[in-house]
């Protein structure tokens, strides 16, 4: 099973600015790396796939990066409504796994 | 507008079983590939089962291997989980989820979950 690990824990940005969350794979996921956000109370959103690629919907404030066992998303020109949590999820393999979530506070 | 709705969780007893249902609309089911997620109660993501659009590959986690079905009927665009052998573990709420592309298993369309309680 391959293990994602997100990192900070919690993260506490003021509005504006930008924020940066990382993903880590326990092996290489090659592209194969999603990101979703989940408000309180709500269904999760798919914000990223293939790594890099925006959902349909999704602004241009959040771009996904990376490759292989490292991943970033980065959140720029932070709004109130981008408070939540975030998951990376790996779709190389079988079982599909997510990380533990970043939650992001806007300060 | 395209849309999944859950239906079936409710209060079941350690060792019981439970059929969830997932109604699609809005979209061509039959070119979908298919999963299940769960969230226990504060908890992260758990990925739960993945199904093919003709069926022919389905795969689980294995926390439910064995004890958990995923089928779907294409004609009736509709997604099933049976759930047997229940444990206070499999509370939660499940979702079910589209895959992005046939080639990409990222979830692009969420159900509003429903909500499976396993307690005597």
């Known amino acids: 099973e391959i293990v994602m690990t997100q990192s900070p824990a919690t993260l506490s940005v003021s509005p504006g600015e930008r924020a940066t969350l990382s993903c880590w794979a326990s092996?290489?996921?090659?592209?194969?790396l999603a990101w979703y956000q989940q408000k309180l109370g709500q269904t999760p959103r798919l914000l990223v796939y293939?790594?890099?690629t925006r959902a349909t919907g999704i602004p241009a404030r959040f771009s996904g990066s990376g490759s292989g066992a490292e991943f970033i998303l980065t959140i720029s020109s932070l709004r109130s409504e981008d408070s939540g949590m975030y998951f990376c999820?790996?779709?190389?393999?079988?079982?599909?796994?997510f990380g533990q979530g970043t939650n992001l506070e806007i300060k | 507008q395209v849309h999944l709705v859950e239906s079936g969780g409710s209060l079941v007893k350690p060792g019981g079983s439970l059929r969830l249902s997932c109604a699609a609309s809005?979209?061509?089911?039959?070119?979908?590939?298919m999963n299940w997620i769960r969230q226990a109660p504060g908890k992260g993501l758990e990925w739960v089962a993945y199904?093919?659009?003709?069926?022919?590959?389905?795969n689980y986690a294995d926390s439910v291997k064995g004890r958990f079905t995923l089928s779907r009927d294409n004609a009736k665009n509709s997604l099933y989980l049976q759930m047997d052998s229940l444990r206070a573990e499999d509370t939660a709420v499940y979702y079910c989820?589209?895959?992005?592309?046939?080639?990409?298993?990222?979830?692009?369309?969420w159900g509003q979950g429903t909500k499976v309680t396993v307690s005597s």
């Open positions: 989820a589209r895959g992005v592309d046939s080639w990409a298993d990222a979830f692009d369309v």
């Open positions: 809005g979209f061509i089911f039959s070119d979908y590939n």
């Open positions: 199904i093919s659009i003709t069926s022919s590959t389905i």
């Open positions: 092996q290489s996921v090659n592209t194969n």
């Open positions: 293939g790594a890099s």
């Open positions: 999820q790996q779709y190389e393999n079988w079982p599909y796994t």
